[in-house]
């Protein structure tokens, strides 16, 4: 008993160091056929001893019978489910042999070890499950059994399995020690296992730690241990141990000389489990190496080896692997194969959780006699839960955040065209539209944080009254608001000419460091704080800043766009009735240089557009079907003084004049809208400040000839 026990958590510890490759188990149609010509399959075999054993103790639960009985077959019954890795029901099974042993007859001295054994069994479920927290407690609870029955196998295999804990739970520095005492006590016993398994943990803790030379010296050490043919598995274990360190050491080759000890022993003594997961960690190696032939030597053979053993994790880690394989030789029929099966073997796994019988069987545990403190197992039970929501809402909001952040992708140039956009926008609103949308901004802080505030691990703002819960959008609204008026206070004493639209970043880098500070602050002083709950708050702050802003800014270009097209319309329109009814004079005019005595003389119907470059003009000019330019030393100012007398000519931008009769066709977009013409010249655009009056001069120089 006690040596099945000891093995249990070993092997447990092996599937879950793989977790990073172990996928459920999955089966294809020529994988089905091989099976169904065997006699017997593993699977079959173990569901066939679980389904009799249910409906004997259906059977016993019908007429009175021993409880010693009844309790030795829900243990064994526990020990099928395990096997066939339905650890909730195993948990089940054991919790309620351990009731049945601890409150019936049977008074014997082996009674506590007795049990004991049987919560070594329960933690290894919980084990199983990943619940590393929850199963330390209950191997706890067995060693002080065991230390007051002065059980020395007990108290080294739970030593061993709480070390383990404290490794997967990513605490290897807490693990060494505990493995070293343990260690030191295996060392007194004259059992060889005990000292083989603490010193493979030792040197697993190293591994973990990143002391590499310790790692590999201490599983060096087993190599002149015999254990004899029947603890084989151990032997095993300790090479797949040796091979991660030497991969993580960086010694690749003897990593690989190891691994293929394990695939092609020719002792015969290796372990299924043991040879495939040397093999798939070869075929992965292989894989990445671009050795695909190999890997896919090594895959194959993993798979048929998996054909006589139930494994789930190392089955789906063989399917991933092939469909790697056949997607990268470009056969994606069978890549499509596997993908859909390992995705099977992972919804099997994520099924396999503990929140689907934790109430169950903690009801049960309250029979127990053993002092188990039940608030702290609530405790971990609320914690788990409260992290998996927690991941959830963190799934949410990294999806938004980058639907948003391709948006800002996609959208980025022309930022201070666009905050321009806004800004011009909102400053044309009156004052009670101003505070309409102050009002419905705060509405929205209120509301999104209302469902989307993360909380602590001990506090759940969703738990809380309506009060509570329109805290934190309140804070977060009070915050923008603050900011923004400082942000414009500021702002408001700088000119326009000096006018930084990285004011605006600058805006909301402060609110959002300012907002994610004060929800930290107040879940903090609600409740245990933790880092998950920190991202949590900075996705969710973040998400609530960038969905309002790039919402409102897609309506405003929106009905700026519309604006534009309409005035872009207008604008065609009269412009053809221009061209219909007007025919330009062939007067000429000349253009004195301002600090030259250069001029230039030209017909004015034949002026095109004029551009400033600097203290200089270009005139385009529109000369025999061809477009010419000639530059003159003066400024725009100047310019429209010697030009004032002719209605045609209008200033559009501060860097242009334009000739409205030699307009082709305006288009308008959300910058504003754009002049083109007839000859070859580029479009010209109108500045914002100068729309209005175009429009209008338009419109003056069609009435005034019409």
Not at 304 to 320: A, G, H, I, P, Y
Not at 620 to 628: C, I, K, P
């Amino acid at each position: 008993m006690s040596l099945r026990c000891f093995l249990f958590p070993m092997l447990a510890f092996v599937c879950l160091i793989d977790i990073g490759y172990a996928k459920p188990a999955r089966q294809e149609t020529e994988r089905n056929d091989n099976i169904s010509n065997t006699p017997f399959s593993v699977k079959d075999s173990i569901s066939l001893q679980i389904k009799t054993y249910e409906g004997i103790l259906d059977e016993l639960q019908q007429r009175p019978v021993e409880n010693k009985s009844m309790a030795s077959l829900l243990t064994q019954l526990g020990n099928l489910y395990f096997k066939s890795e339905n650890y909730p029901k195993a948990i089940d099974a054991y919790i309620k042999s351990i009731v049945l042993r601890e409150y019936n007859q049977f008074r014997n001295e082996s009674r506590s070890t007795d049990v004991a054994w049987i919560m070594i069994e329960v933690g290894n479920s919980l084990y199983r499950l990943h619940d590393f927290g929850l199963a330390e407690y209950v191997y706890t609870m067995a060693l002080r059994v065991f230390a007051t029955q002065a059980d020395e196998p007990g108290i080294i295999t739970t030593c061993n399995n709480i070390g383990l804990c404290k490794l997967n739970a990513g605490h290897p520095k807490q693990a060494l020690p505990v493995f070293l005492k343990t260690l030191e006590i295996s060392k007194k016993n004259p059992v060889l296992n005990y000292r083989y398994v603490s010193t493979i943990y030792v040197g697993m803790s190293y591994n973990a730690i990143g002391d590499y030379k310790n790692a590999i010296s201490m599983f060096r050490t087993l190599n002149g241990i015999d254990l004899g043919k029947d603890e084989e598995d151990l032997r095993n274990f300790m090479l797949i141990q040796l091979g991660d360190t030497y991969f993580n050491a960086g010694e690749n080759d003897s990593a690989v000389s190891v691994y293929r000890k394990l695939v092609f022993s020719e002792t015969g003594l290796v372990d299924s489990y043991y040879k495939t997961n040397a093999a798939t960690r070869l075929a992965r190696f292989y894989l990445d190496e671009g050795n695909d032939a190999e890997a896919m030597k090594l895959a194959l053979e993993a798979e048929r080896t998996l054909k006589f053993v139930e494994m789930t994790s190392v089955q789906n880690t063989v399917n991933e692997l092939l469909y790697e394989l056949y997607k990268k030789q470009g056969d994606y029929r069978k890549a499509l194969a596997y993908l859909e099966l390992y995705e099977k073997g992972q919804e099997l796994v994520n099924q396999r959780e503990l929140q689907t019988f934790v109430a169950d069987y903690n009801r049960k545990l309250d029979r127990i006699s053993m002092g188990l403190e039940f608030s702290k197992i609530q405790a971990q039970r609320n914690q788990a839960l409260s992290e998996k929501q927690h991941q959830k809402t963190l799934s949410v909001f990294l999806v938004a955040l980058a639907f948003l952040l391709l948006i800002m992708l996609l959208t980025g140039k022309g930022f201070e065209s666009r905050i321009q956009l806004l800004q011009e926008h909102i400053k044309s609103y009156a004052t009670y539209e101003k505070a309409i949308m102050a009002f419905l901004l705060a509405i929205y802080f209120i509301a999104f944080f209302f469902f989307f505030m993360p909380s602590g691990k001990s506090f759940s703002f969703h738990d809380s009254g309506f009060i509570k819960r329109i805290v934190p959008g309140m804070m977060a609204y009070v915050i923008v608001g603050f900011f923004s008026f400082i942000f414009y206070g500021i702002r408001s004493t700088r000119s326009k000419e000096h006018s930084n639209y990285n004011y605006y970043i600058y805006l909301f880098i402060s609110a959002y460091i300012g907002a994610v500070t004060a929800l930290v602050l107040l879940v903090f002083a609600s409740g245990e704080l933790s880092f998950n709950v920190i991202l949590s708050i900075a996705l969710a702050v973040l998400a609530s800043f960038i969905f309002p802003f790039y919402l409102f800014l897609l309506v405003v270009e929106n009905l700026v766009i519309k604006h534009y097209e309409s005035m872009s319309q207008t604008l065609n329109n009269d412009i053809d009735q221009i061209k219909q009814i007007y025919t330009p004079q062939q007067k000429t005019v000349t253009i004195q240089s301002e600090k030259t005595t250069g001029k230039l003389t030209f017909f004015v119907a034949d002026l095109v557009a004029v551009e400033a470059q600097g203290n200089y003009c270009m005139f385009y000019l529109s000369e025999n079907g061809s477009v010419s330019k000639k530059i003159l030393h003066t400024t725009m100012k100047s310019l429209e003084e010697q030009l004032a007398e002719f209605s045609n000519i209008i200033r559009c931008h501060k860097s242009f004049m334009i000739n409205i009769h030699q307009i082709s066709k305006v288009s308008g977009n959300s910058r504003g809208y754009l002049l083109h013409f007839s000859e070859d010249t580029e479009s010209i655009p109108v500045s914002r400040g100068y729309q209005k009056e175009v429009m209008s001069l338009v419109r003056s120089f069609r009435d005034g000839i019409s």
